[in-house]
C-alpha cells in the first residue's frame, strides 16, 4: 500500500506540472507582454514570438536548481516521504485552483507567493498532524517550519510595492517632461542619449540574471560580470549611444520599437529563467523522492532530511517545460485576459472601466489631489505654466491602427516600464533581495500611467480602485495559498487515494466552470466593443449606424424590464436578483455606448451643431431609460427580499396588462427603428395614448383603495412607483423614437 500511494502521488504531482505550467505562464504573461501589446510596438504575433524566444532563452540560462525543497519554508528532516509527497501535491492541487480563479477574473498575481505560501500551508498542515499524532503541544510545530522566511517574503512584497511606484512615478515624470507627448521632435535631439540608458539597463539585467544561472558560463566570468557592473555599464552605455545614434541618423528604425521588444525578451527570459524551476519544483523534488526511496527499502521508517540537498534538472526537461509554456503563451485567452487587466487600467485613452469605485479609492485620489494643489500653491506660476505646457494634451494624436483605435499608451511609456522593471529587478539580483516579478511590473506600469496624467477627473477613481483590487489580491493570494494547501494537505493525509482522486475531479470540474465563465464573458465583451468601436464615417452613416445600436439598447431593457417585473409579481426572488445584475451591467455598457458616440460625433467635422445636439438629446434619454430600469429592479428585488404584502390578484392582473401595453409600445418602436415606416409611427401614438388612459385609471383606483383601506403603505408606494416607471419609460421611448426619425428625414434630405 505504501509504494501504490507514493507511485501514485508521484505520477499526478507530474500530471499538475504540465497543468501548472499552464495556468502559471497565463498569470506572468502579463510582466512581460503589457508594454509590448499596449503601445502596439510590434504585431501581436511578433510579440509572441520575441517572448517565446526570451522564454526559451531562459530556460538555458536556468542552472535548473530546484529552490522549493531547500527554500528553508519547512524542515524536510522532520517528514517521512509519503508525508513529504503529501506536502508537494496539495502544494499543486492549491497552486492551480487558485491560480486558475485569478486568470479567469483577470487579476494579476504572484506565482511565487502563491507557491512559497502554498507549501508553508501544507508544510504547517501535515506538521500540526504529526504533533497532534505523537501526543506532542502544538508549540512544537514550529520545530517544522522556518518562520523567518514568512516575515522576509512579507518584507519584500512591501518593499517591491513601495520602490517601483517611486521609481516608475519619477523616471516616467522626467522623461515625458524631456520629450513631451509629441515627443518625436525631442526624441531625435536627446532620444539616442536616453535610448542608450534604456538599452544598458535591459542588456545588464540580461547580462545579471543570465550569468546568475547559465551552467555554460564559467564560475571566474560570472564572478567577473557580478564585481564590474559599474565598468560595464559604462561600455555598454557609449556602445549603445552610438549605435542608436546612428540608426536614427542613417534609417528609419524606430529604436523605441526595438527597445521595448529587446525589454519583452528580458524580462520573457528572466521569468523562465528563475519561476519556471518553482512550478516544476515541487513535482521535480517529488520525483527524486521516490527515486531515493527505491534505492531505501527501509524508506518507511526513514526521514527525508536528504531533500535538503540541492536537486539538479536536466535541461532536456527544462526545455518541455519551456516548450509547454510557449504553446500556452499562444493558444491561452486566459493571458490575454489578465494582460487586458493592467493594460486597461494604464490606458491613455478612456476605456471599458472594469472596476468600481470604492471608499479607499476615492480617499486616494482625494488625497492625490490636496497633494496636487498644494504642489501648485507652491511652486513659482511660470514653473506651472512650463510643465504643463510640457504634459499638454491637447495637441497629442495617437497613431491609430487599421480599426481606427488606438494604442492603450504610447512607446515612450513602454520603454519606461521595462526599462524601470529591468534595473529594479537587476538591483534587487545582484543584492541578494527576494523580489517578486510581478509586484514590480505591475506598479511600476501604474505609477507610470499615474505621472502620465492617464488618470484624469473622469477615470482616476475606477483606475485606482483597479489597482487597489490587484494589491488586495496579492496579499489574499498569500493567505488564500496558506489555508487551501493546509486543509488540501490535511484532507489528503486521512483520504489518501479517495481523496487525491477528489481532488483531480474538482481541478476537471474547475476548469470546466471557468472555461464557460470566460468564454460567456468574452461574448460580452466583443458584442460591447462591436458597439463602442471608433469609426471615421461620415456624421449620416455614424448616425445610421447608430439606430441599430439603439434598438439593441431598447429591446435588452425590455428583458431587463420584464423580467423584474414578472419575479415581482411571482415573488422569485433568484429572478429578481437576476434583473438587478444585468441592469447594472445594461447601465454600464449604455454609459460606455453613448460617450463612445457622443466623442466621435464631436470629433467629425462634418457635424452640424443640430446634427449633434438632437442626437445628444436622444442618447441621454437612452441612459435616462437604462438608470429607471437600475432603480426598478432595485426596488421589486428590496420589496420582495423583504418579504413586504403580495400584491392581491387584482392588482397583479392590472399591473400585467400595463407591462403588456409597456411591451406593444416597445416592440412597435423596435419595428419602427428597422423600417422607418410612418404607419407604425401613428400606431405607436396611439398605444402610447392607451397606455398613458390606464394609467390615470388605475392611478385613481390605486388612491381610492388608500383611502379605503389602512396599514400595506409600502404596496400603495410600490404600485404607485410602478405606474410612474411605465410612464417614464414610454415617455422616454417615444421621444426617441421621434429624433430618430427626424434625423433620419434629415439624412434622407441630404442624400
Known amino acids: 500500500m505504501f509504494v501504490e500511494l507514493t507511485l501514485i502521488i508521484v505520477i ?46 531562459g530556460v538555458t540560462f536556468s542552472s535548473g536548481m530546484m529552490e522549493i525543497a531547500r527554500s528553508g519554508i519547512f524542515n524536510p528532516q522532520y517528514f517521512g516521504l509519503t ?46 498532524i504529526k504533533v497532534l499524532q505523537l501526543g506532542q503541544d502544538l508549540s512544537y510545530v514550529v520545530d517544522y517550519i522556518n518562520t523567518d522566511s514568512v516575515l522576509v517574503i512579507i518584507s519584500a512584497i512591501l518593499l517591491s510595492i513601495l520602490f517601483a511606484f517611486v521609481f516608475g512615478y519619477v523616471i516616467q515624470y522626467l522623461t515625458r517632461l524631456l520629450f513631451t507627448y509629441s515627443y518625436k521632435a525631442n526624441f531625435r535631439k536627446f532620444g539616442s542619449v536616453w535610448s542608450g540608458l534604456a538599452l544598458t539597463s535591459l542588456s545588464l539585467f540580461i547580462l545579471i540574471k543570465g550569468a546568475k544561472g547559465a551552467a555554460f558560463i564559467p564560475p571566474d566570468i560570472s564572478s567577473w560580470i557580478q564585481q564590474n557592473q559599474l565598468i560595464l555599464s559604462a561600455y555598454m552605455f557609449v556602445a549603445w549611444t552610438m549605435l542608436m545614434q546612428l540608426l536614427m541618423w542613417f534609417t528609419k528604425v524606430n529604436v523605441l520599437k526595438v527597445i521595448v521588444l529587446i525589454g519583452t525578451f528580458a524580462l520573457a527570459m528572466a521569468f523562465a ?45 527544462l526545455l518541455l517545460a519551456g516548450i509547454i509554456m510557449v504553446i500556452t503563451l499562444f493558444v491561452s485567452r486566459k493571458a490575454r485576459n489578465v494582460s487586458n ?153 486521512f483520504g489518501e487515494l479517495y481523496a487525491i482522486f477528489g481532488f483531480i475531479g474538482l481541478i476537471a470540474f474547475t476548469f470546466f466552470r471557468t472555461g464557460k465563465f470566460r468564454k460567456d464573458s468574452d461574448l460580452k465583451d466583443e458584442a460591447l466593443l462591436s458597439m463602442i468601436s471608433y469609426t471615421n464615417e461620415a456624421t449620416s452613416i455614424l448616425i445610421k449606424n447608430t439606430f441599430n445600436n439603439i434598438s439593441n439598447n431598447i429591446g435588452k ?17 433568484k429572478n429578481l436578483k437576476k434583473s438587478m445584475v444585468e441592469a447594472g451591467e445594461h447601465d454600464k455598457n449604455c454609459q460606455m455606448l453613448i460617450k463612445n458616440i457622443l466623442k466621435q460625433l464631436y470629433k467629425n467635422k462634418e457635424s452640424e451643431i443640430s446634427e449633434v445636439y438632437n442626437f445628444s438629446t436622444s442618447l441621454i434619454s437612452l441612459q435616462d431609460l437604462a438608470d429607471r430600469v437600475v432603480l426598478l429592479s432595485k426596488q421589486n428585488h428590496k420589496y420582495i427580499d423583504n418579504n413586504h404584502h403580495k400584491f392581491t390578484p387584482e392588482q397583479i392582473t392590472e399591473i400585467g ?19 422607418f415606416d410612418l404607419k407604425i409611427m401613428k400606431e405607436l401614438e396611439i398605444q402610447h395614448a392607451l397606455n398613458e388612459a390606464e394609467m390615470k385609471k388605475l392611478s385613481k383606483i390605486q388612491y381610492y383603495r388608500i383611502k379605503e383601506a389602512s396599514g400595506q403603505y409600502k404596496k400603495s408606494m410600490l404600485y404607485l412607483n410602478i405606474l410612474s416607471d411605465v410612464d417614464f419609460i414610454g415617455d422616454k421611448i417615444l421621444y426617441i423614437v421621434k429624433s430618430a426619425a427626424t434625423l433620419n428625414d434629415k439624412i434622407a434630405k441630404q442624400n
Not at 28 to 53: C, E, K, P, Q
Not at 342 to 361: R, V
Not at 396 to 408: C, F, I, R, S, T
Not at 662 to 673: A, C, P, Q, V, W
Request: no cysteine; aromatic share 8%; charged share 15%.
Open 341 to 493: 487587466t493592467t493594460i486597461g487600467l494604464g490606458s491613455q485613452e478612456d476605456s471599458i472601466e472594469k472596476f468600481e469605485s470604492n471608499l479607499i479609492a476615492r480617499n486616494i485620489v482625494r488625497l492625490f489631489i490636496a497633494i496636487g494643489n498644494g504642489l501648485k500653491f507652491i511652486t513659482p506660476t511660470f514653473v506651472n505654466r512650463w510643465i504643463q505646457s510640457r504634459f499638454d494634451l491637447s495637441k497629442y494624436k495617437p497613431e491609430l491602427d487599421e480599426n481606427g483605435m488606438p494604442p492603450a499608451f504610447d512607446l515612450l511609456r513602454a520603454a519606461v516600464i521595462l526599462m524601470v522593471s529591468a534595473g529594479l529587478i537587476s538591483l534587487a539580483t545582484s543584492m541578494k533581495l527576494p523580489l517578486s516579478t510581478t509586484y514590480v511590473t505591475f506598479i511600476v506600469a501604474m505609477s507610470a500611467a499615474l505621472s502620465d496624467k492617464s488618470w484624469g477627473r473622469e477615470s482616476a477613481v475606477y483606475r485606482v480602485s483597479g489597482v487597489v483590487t490587484v494589491i488586495g489580491g496579492w496579499f489574499l493570494t498569500a493567505l488564500s495559498a496558506f489555508l487551501m494547501s493546509g486543509i488540501i494537505a490535511s484532507i489528503i493525509f
Open 273 to 317: 529563467a528563475n519561476d519556471l524551476v518553482n512550478f516544476i519544483g515541487a513535482p521535480i523534488a517529488g520525483l527524486h523522492a521516490y527515486q531515493y526511496s527505491l534505492e531505501h527499502p527501509n524508506i518507511a521508517n526513514m526521514t527525508m532530511g536528504v531533500m535538503s540537498e540541492p536537486v539538479k534538472v536536466d535541461t532536456a526537461l
Open 557 to 573: 431593457l425590455k428583458t431587463i424590464m420584464n423580467l423584474s417585473y414578472s419575479g415581482l409579481l411571482a415573488s422569485n426572488l
Open 657 to 675: 396588462g400595463l407591462i403588456k401595453g409597456l411591451n406593444k409600445l416597445i416592440d412597435g418602436s423596435l419595428k419602427y427603428l428597422d423600417t
Open 12 to 57: 499526478v504531482l507530474l500530471l499538475l506540472a504540465v497543468i501548472d505550467l499552464t495556468v502559471g505562464v497565463a498569470n506572468d504573461a502579463v510582466n512581460f507582454l503589457n508594454s509590448a501589446l499596449g503601445s502596439r510596438a510590434s504585431t501581436f504575433r511578433v510579440a509572441m514570438i520575441v517572448a517565446a524566444l526570451g522564454v526559451l532563452v
Open 83 to 128: 508525508e513529504l509527497l503529501i506536502i508537494f501535491v496539495a502544494l499543486m492541487f492549491q497552486d492551480i485552483l487558485l491560480l486558475d480563479l485569478f486568470n479567469t477574473f483577470g487579476l494579476p498575481t504572484s506565482t511565487t507567493v502563491s507557491l512559497v505560501f502554498g507549501l508553508l500551508g501544507a508544510a504547517v498542515g501535515v506538521a500540526i
